[in-house]
């Protein structure tokens, strides 16, 4: 079975969704920036009305755009914003935290994790910015912090993706099902279908990985 999850970006796409069509969203606002963390309200309305639906909601947690290293402030902010979306019912986190050499900031994320309460944690697209000679062991090292899915596109480029074919391959290889591999950047509901098969993975991501009336 593979896995659809639709990125959006506020309220407007979700009330016309169907289970069948998507299992997950992932909400977000600001994505010219890449993604921050929605309002309280957002995180709310679109708790209560996927719920009723049957479809799961990943609520990013992101407090600015640029780049993903975060100081003792933004830590504070990002873990009040953790207490809130967790109390709002968001059934996972999205977030990715990374040194000024663009490694695992392991020590960041261990900070953050009494804030997380044990809910599932994604691990988003800066893991595309780790060099990619590190990638497997940061798999292992995500795993090990209690990590249930990275989000990935094979390069911090945001290219074409059929490009990463045989990167993300291998990187799944390595994972081998301990940890879920989420495939964005660029997949649609036209080409998901043909990146699954060449790739081995189950699970898509995108603002277009379904057709959506608004």
């Known amino acids: 079975m593979i896995i659809k999850e639709l990125c959006a970006e506020n309220l407007s796409r979700l ?5 069948e069509e998507v299992s997950r969203v992932e ?3 600001n994505l010219a920036a890449g993604g921050t963390t929605p309002s309280y ?12 639906k ?5 609520t990013m947690i992101r407090p600015r755009g640029g780049n993903f290293v975060y100081n ?19 059934d996972a986190l999205v977030l990715g935290l990374l040194t000024q050499d663009n490694r695992l900031d392991s020590e960041a994320i261990e900070q953050l994790l009494p804030a997380t309460q044990g809910l599932p944690l994604v691990f988003h697209m800066a893991f ?20 249930s899915r990275i989000l990935l596109h094979g390069s911090p480029l945001k290219g074409d993706i059929f490009k990463n074919i045989d990167h993300i ?8 099902g301990r940890i879920d591999m989420l495939l964005g950047g660029g997949v649609t509901a036209t080409n998901y279908q043909e990146l699954v098969q060449k790739t081995g993975a189950n699970q898509v991501h995108g603002t277009a990985i379904i057709t959506v009336t608004a």
């Not at 009330?15 to 289970?19: C, T």
């Not at 309200?41 to 009723?52: M, P, S, T, W, Y």
Request: charged content about 35%; aromatic content about 4%; hydrophobic content about 45%.
């Open 169 to 176: 391959k291998d990187l799944i290889s390595h994972a081998n």
């Open 128 to 147: 595309d910015f780790i060099p990619k000679d590190e990638q497997k062991q940061t798999i292992d090292d995500l795993i090990d912090l209690g990590f």
């Open 15 to 19: 009330f016309s969704l169907k289970p």
């Open 54 to 58: 049957g479809i799961s909601l990943a």
């Open 72 to 90: 003792d402030i933004e830590l504070r902010v990002m873990e009040e914003d953790i207490l809130k979306a967790v109390e709002l019912e968001s």
């Open 27 to 29: 909400l977000c606002d």
């Open 41 to 52: 309200g957002v995180i709310k309305e679109a708790a209560q009305l996927l719920h009723e």
